[in-house]
């Protein structure tokens, strides 16, 4: 059966109608609400078409329909307009980054918290891949007997602070010798970059040290190589009434805490624009009864991390992405302006 205009416009009145109320619709609420020009009667008969059609669902006999995931998906892909910022809303964003903080982890945790704040779901945000960025220096600076500090410098200004534990007795002068030499060669590498060939390189250096070079790698490729995952307005979801239930806030929180899935959430996304996934969409079994909107950020031409929001399958899609669009936009801007200065 196709959808003509008349269905599609019942449609979207029904899916704009339950993003605001989040309760089933009625046909007599959209006679009163929507200006159709149609009685209860025929509206109520469309509705029924859209429901066998999988656009509608009734929660409870004689309630109203609500949208069911292959209705939002249409929402999204034909009938709604994403719509500009408010000028309050793209200065709270703008003023971030206009601050030019050097740590781009305080950028993104200010970043994910004005996000959430704008569009009130909750916001997750992937830090720069390490083996993306390019590394400018490395320091190796003595901290104890059997300690030494790591710091990797990049061009992204993403500081890593690794503390390493090294056999006693080994020398300033030999730390400063390492951290020099480890400098030089891999300047202007990206992390991933470094593979077999570059350590063998390396090794041939420090070789009668070599249980400080296998310790020293181990930090390269385990601390170095793992991915911070920001969240901002965590408890958002809680002011929709849905979620006000105690099972699904506890299974919400519980999730939260899966870092290992957020970082599968975002890991793999498409590189341009921003994507929208619905509902039983999601391959991650546990934000299937969510939606998630996200999009990647750059610098260089090179992907670096990724940012999204989580929110219900009645999310309000518009604001949602041009939101993320603004912020993905923004925060790319502030690592190429970073680059340059680089």
């Known amino acids: 059966m196709d959808l003509g205009k008349r269905k599609l416009h019942i449609l979207q009145s029904i899916i704009d ?5 989040g309760e089933p ?8 609400k929507y200006d159709m020009g149609l009685s209860s009667a025929t509206i109520r008969n469309e509705m029924a078409d859209l429901e066998e059609m999988g656009y509608l669902m009734q929660p409870h006999t004689s309630a109203g329909r609500v949208p069911s995931d292959k209705a939002y998906r249409l929402y999204v892909d034909r009938l709604m307009k994403v719509r500009a910022l408010s000028d309050t809303e793209a200065h709270s964003i703008k003023h971030l980054f206009d601050e030019r903080v050097s740590r781009i982890e305080q950028v993104i945790v200010e970043a994910s918290k004005v996000l959430s704040d704008i569009t009130h779901y909750t916001a997750v945000m992937l830090g720069p891949q390490s083996d993306r960025v390019l590394i400018r220096h490395i320091h190796l600076v003595p901290i104890g007997d059997d300690q030494v500090l790591m710091v990797v410098v990049t061009n992204s200004g993403v500081i890593k602070d690794i503390v390493i534990r090294v056999p006693g007795g080994v020398q300033p002068s030999f730390l400063e010798r390492i951290s020099n030499m480890l400098s030089e060669r891999c300047q202007d ?7 077999n060939e570059m350590c063998n390189e390396l090794q041939k250096h420090i070789d009668r040290e070599r249980d400080f070079f296998n310790a020293m790698v181990d930090a390269f490729t385990g601390t ?4 911070d ?3 901002g307005g965590t408890t958002n979801i809680f002011n929709y009434p849905e979620y006000q239930d105690v099972l699904r806030a506890r299974n919400f929180l519980s999730l939260m805490e899966k870092r290992n899935l957020l970082y599968d959430m975002l890991k793999d996304i498409e ?3 921003v994507n929208v996934t619905i509902g039983r969409e999601n391959t991650i079994e546990e934000l299937q009864e969510f939606s998630v909107v996200t999009a990647s950020y750059r610098a260089g031409g090179r ?6 929001l989580i929110g219900p399958t009645r999310m309000e899609y518009a604001k949602a992405i041009s939101a993320l669009d603004y912020v ?3 925060l790319t801007q502030y690592l190429t302006d970073l680059l340059k200065k680089e």
């Open 17 to 21: 109608d339950y993003i605001v109320s």
């Open 25 to 32: 619709v009625g046909s007599r609420t959209l006679a009163r």
């Open 189 to 195: 590498l990206c992390l991933g970059d470094m593979g």
């Open 224 to 227: 170095l190589m793992n991915r």
């Open 229 to 231: 995952v920001y969240l």
């Open 271 to 273: 590189p341009e624009g």
């Open 303 to 308: 992907v670096l991390g990724s940012i999204g």
């Open 328 to 330: 993905g936009k923004s």
